[in-house]
């Protein structure tokens, strides 16, 4: 993913373009740059995350002058290249371009114009884009545009700085936002109205193919032929000021605390009369009814979800349902049998092994499913049908939110299988649906007892490995709860089928060695007690997560946190926002980078 700015008008360009890439973080922050117009040239500088670009920009004072320019952010270049060739923005000797998106052709693009004479030092999209639009370009940037733009093939905005342009900036867009910023006696380029935020709300939405021209006092949008296109004006709504972080220190804990507000955002508008409703989602009537199993490809958090999902639809329709690891499904023959629908869960909907998966379902010919958080996602396009997941941006790299709406997505679909092949009529329908909107309703109940957590997680903090263990359903949403941990605290965590502990890995347990038990399902809380039992005899420290009612004694109380008592199913609600606030105390309690750990992407593309 990447995203980017321009700017034209009064202000620096520089600090207007610095402080807008800050707001494009979340749209990747491995590699940013940008390139001002001054003097009559292109300056352009580049830097692996934006700390390391303010800094070299603050050695140039000179670049202070520039009134325009664009810049852009991204992830991390392909493996094997260095973050400077494939440093954004990209410039020629005559113009500087920045794009977001993805180019289907470069490849062929690439042959093109090394047959021209073009060489290139990248990969990147973004240099065969800038190269071909140097190789259309005769003086007229409306036209060099349209031609470029007749040529790309692909979702893609650009924005582009032109050597003998001055104070004028050029983009066009197809299948990919972009957004020009109207602001007094300024205008900006964005390919995402966040990095409006603090200068303007008032924007217009460029259509396929619209070129826009802004110079400081004017802004025109044309079309192809070079023909003044009106324009509507829209206000940025509220939502989009609320991807500030407000009064949270950090993303995480924003996502954590809104997730019942995106859950109702979410499943809402799929409940008709108490019951599921697809209706939004342009599913064949006969969906539900055509399956007769199902297979989940996903990564990371998606699996987890997906594995919380087996369980759903197992229990409720009785379907049987298989999940694996996109990154191992991709690589092998998979055995898909005819009446399968292929379920692709991941929330940026660009995770290369899952969309990888996703392709090797398609090729035996069975249909797929994406679900989905970002809107108009690769693998949105590419499945038969889609679920949105509409958790919103998640900007923290750790997923919370976008986890909870797909786990909400897989009750609702688990209860529309289980009606659809005659496991459930209306009114358990209606009373499962009920208990889901309980359970939503409980999060508050955990919410509330962030103290509790931050204090258990100051223990977790010093430690250098943990266990995490649980039962039932209570075992993947251990994985993912592990999984939250060492992501943004890099302390070594395992999560383990608690029943299969003592396989082997009760071994390990040696006086204050630190365990989480989660005891939420009904039917195992003996079970799980008797393993935190033996843990503890043998010194284990054990937090246990448990439900309200369950038995356990003033010992086990003393290092327990009670979650509300939800039906066995529903129990994975409230025990991921307290395995969620668990994991965000214990990275703030270690001073952790919380929103962008170390060595990971918001979406694996490479
Ligand atoms: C963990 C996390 C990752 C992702 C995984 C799949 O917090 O975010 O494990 O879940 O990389 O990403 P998506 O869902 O975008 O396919």
């Known amino acids: 993913m990447c995203g980017f700015i321009g700017y034209t008008g009064a202000a620096c360009a520089l600090d207007t373009i610095l402080d807008g890439l800050s707001k494009l973080e979340y749209r990747g922050y491995d590699v940013s740059g940008l390139s001002l117009l001054l003097d009559g040239q292109i300056e352009t500088l580049q830097g692996e995350r934006l700390p390391s670009l303010t800094e070299r920009a603050a050695l140039q004072p000179q670049l202070r002058q520039s009134l325009c320019g664009i810049g852009g952010t991204r992830w991390a270049p392909p493996h094997g290249a260095n973050w400077e060739s494939c440093g954004v923005p990209h410039a020629t000797s005559r113009l500087a371009l920045v794009h977001?998106?993805?180019?289907?052709?470069?490849r062929e693009l690439r042959e093109l114009l090394e047959g021209k004479g073009y060489t290139f030092q990248s990969k990147?999209?973004?240099?065969?884009?800038?190269?071909?639009l140097d190789s259309l370009y005769a003086g007229d940037p409306v036209k060099a545009l349209a031609q470029a733009d007749s040529m790309l093939e692909g979702s893609y905005a650009l924005a582009v700085l032109f050597v003998d342009q001055p104070e004028t900036l050029y983009g066009i867009g197809k299948s990919s936002p972009l957004a020009i910023g109207l602001g007094e006696g300024e205008s900006f380029l964005v390919s995402d109205c966040s990095a409006l935020l603090g200068h303007t709300q008032k924007y217009y939405a460029l259509e396929d193919g619209e070129i826009a021209c802004l110079s400081p006092h004017q802004v025109q949008v044309l079309d192809s032929e070079g023909h003044l296109r009106s324009k509507e004006c829209k206000t940025a709504c509220k939502d989009l000021w609320k991807i500030q972080k407000g009064e949270y220190d950090h993303f995480m804990?924003?996502?954590?605390?809104?997730?019942?507000?995106?859950?109702?955002?979410?499943?809402?508008?799929?409940i008709y009369k108490g019951l599921p409703s697809f209706e939004m989602d342009a599913l064949p009537e006969d969906f539900f009814t055509r399956y007769t199993q199902i297979h989940v490809i996903a990564?990371?958090?998606?699996?987890?979800?997906?594995?919380?999902?087996?369980d759903f639809i197992e229990t409720l329709a009785h379907l049987p349902v298989t999940v694996s690891l996109a990154s191992e499904f991709r690589f092998r023959e998979p055995v898909i049998p005819k009446g399968t629908l292929v379920l692709a869960i991941s929330q940026s909907g660009e995770t290369t092994d899952t969309l990888a998966a996703l392709s090797v379902a398609k090729s035996q010919?069975?249909?797929?499913?994406?679900?989905?958080?970002v809107p108009g996602s690769t693998m949105a396009w590419q499945a038969d049908y889609v679920l949105y997941t509409h958790a919103g941006p998640e900007i923290s790299v750790a997923?919370?939110?976008?986890?909870?709406?797909?786990?909400?997505v897989l009750y609702l679909v688990a209860i529309e299988f289980a009606r659809a092949h005659g496991r459930m009529d209306d009114a358990q329908a209606r009373d499962?649906?009920?208990?889901?909107?309980?359970?939503?309703?409980?999060?508050?109940?955990?919410l509330n007892q962030k103290e509790l957590i931050r204090q258990q997680a100051k223990e977790i903090a010093p430690v250098e490995s943990i266990f995490y263990i649980g039962r039932g359903l209570d075992w993947p949403m251990m994985m993912e709860g592990s999984l939250k941990l060492k992501e943004v605290t890099y302390i070594h965590s395992e999560a383990y089928a608690a029943g299969e502990?003592?396989?082997?890995?009760i071994s390990l347990v040696a006086p204050g060695m630190p365990v989480v038990a989660l005891a939420t399902q009904q039917k195992l809380i003996p079970q799980m007690l008797d393993n935190i039992r033996e843990i503890s005899a043998r010194g284990g420290r054990v937090l246990t997560l448990c439900r309200r009612s369950a038995a356990i004694d003033d010992e086990m109380s003393k290092h327990a946190i009670l979650l509300p008592d939800l039906d066995d199913l529903f129990m994975p609600i409230p025990a991921a926002v307290a395995l969620q606030l668990l994991a965000y105390y214990t990275a703030v309690a270690k001073g952790r980078d919380v929103d962008t750990p170390r060595n990971l992407t918001k979406a694996v593309t490479e």
């Open 124 to 132: 990147s999209d973004c240099e065969v884009a800038a190269k071909l």
């Open 299 to 310: 990564c990371g958090t998606a699996m987890h979800a997906g594995t919380l999902g087996k």
């Open 399 to 408: 997923s919370t939110k976008a986890f909870m709406v797909q786990v909400g």
């Open 365 to 373: 010919g069975v249909d797929t499913l994406a679900m989905v958080n």
């Open 253 to 270: 804990l924003k996502e954590i605390c809104e997730q019942t507000s995106v859950l109702t955002h979410t499943l809402r508008p799929r």
């Open 100 to 106: 977001s998106g993805i180019l289907e052709n470069s």
């Open 501 to 505: 502990f003592k396989h082997g890995a």
């Open 432 to 446: 499962t649906l009920q208990s889901l909107l309980e359970a939503i309703g409980s999060i508050g109940q955990v």
